[in-house]
């Protein structure tokens, strides 16, 4: 699979060493708390208002590039289906290796109780199943389950009761499954990064403990395209 190119201006954070009962590739994301994901446009595409793939970097608060991601969806769906299409996301790291993978299958983009909510798997390696994302229904509030591999509840996702791309500093917030605790959350505006990426469109931040098992962070990470692709995404 063809590597995409980085940008230059970006620097990438360094890789630590091996860390055990790690999955590879997820080693960086013990050293942080923060995320930050943003969208790159290629100049010809917004010219021409075509995609071809839709590209991603997400770096840490100070700028650094940890991952570069790319979603090589089927252009015919995404305008046909939007939202509700589905897609693989293949996350790399800054050297290369593909380290973190996001599945969504088509589904419908119903919210009542008996229709086909939204879900992704997310795997790392790729490969590897290492948790899901599940959209259940609710009345006021857009809410999702993370789960591991086996497919067992281990966190909750709440989102404001009223979600719009026109809005900004929305929290979908990561809750414990009880709900009395808020243990991270996912924006669609960021407060912390540098200036010179401030140009950049689709920004959405993701904070976590520090201490969080990196297979949660990672499933965080796969929630957070999940979100932004349903509520806010303006390029489908």
């Not at 201006?9 to 942080?32: D, F, K, S, V």
């Not at 380290?99 to 795997?123: G, P």
């Not at 957070?224 to 995404?233: A, K, N, P, Q, R």
């Amino acid at each position: 699979m063809a590597f995409p190119n980085l940008p230059p201006t970006i620097h990438g954070m360094r890789a630590p060493g091996t860390i055990p009962n790690c999955p590879p590739g997820l080693e960086y994301l013990t050293q942080i708390n923060q995320l930050l994901v943003c969208q790159r446009f290629d100049l010809l595409e917004v010219l021409s208002c075509f995609e071809t793939s839709k590209k991603y970097e997400v770096m840490n608060n100070q700028g650094q590039r940890i991952y570069f991601a790319e979603d090589r969806s089927n252009c015919f769906l995404r305008y046909l289906c939007g939202p509700s299409r589905s897609f693989t996301i293949t996350i790399y790291d800054n050297i290369g290796r593909d380290v973190i993978t996001v599945h969504k299958a088509l589904r419908c983009s119903c919210c009542w109780k008996n229709c086909y909510l939204q879900k992704l798997k997310v795997e790392a390696p790729p490969g590897e199943k290492i948790g899901y994302v599940y959209q259940y229904f609710h009345p006021f509030w857009p809410m999702f389950k993370i789960k591991n591999a086996n497919k067992e509840d281990i966190m909750k996702i709440r989102g404001p009761c009223v979600v719009s791309s026109c809005l900004t500093d929305l929290n979908f917030n990561l809750l414990s499954l009880d709900e009395e605790i808020v243990i991270g959350k996912i924006s669609n505006t960021w407060a912390g990064f540098t200036r010179e990426l401030s140009t950049n469109a689709d920004k959405f931040g993701i904070q976590f403990p520090l201490d969080l098992d990196v297979k949660i962070k990672a499933l965080m990470l796969g929630a957070s395209f999940l979100i932004d692709y349903m509520y806010f995404e303006l390029w489908s």
